[in-house]
């Protein structure tokens, strides 16, 4: 991990990052792939149909995305930062 990009990262905030991060870098796009790759593997008559639940779906599950690896991110800083503050 990279100390000061993360340390730039978490003063933006975490809901912001669990937005930018968790919402639009990973539900949205998510959510476009899942379903393009559905309709190519099972078709189904209402072509729009799956796209608009998916960009539901996947978004809220980028709230947990985020959120995920929001902590995993600030425990491993934490981590670094107290060991590197008691060398």
Known sequence: MN???????????KEKYILVNG???????TALVWSVTMEI???????????LIAL??????GIGFGYFTWNASEK???AK???????
């Open 56 to 61: 539901v779906i996947f978004p809220l599950g």
């Open 3 to 13: 100390l000061e990009k993360w340390k730039k990262t978490r003063q933006k905030g």
């Open 41 to 51: 593997f099972q078709p189904s008559e209402n072509i729009w149909v799956r796209p």
């Open 76 to 78: 491993q800083y934490k």
């Open 23 to 29: 919402v639009l870098a990973w539900g949205i796009p």
């Open 81 to 87: 930062f107290t060991n590197k503050g008691l060398n």
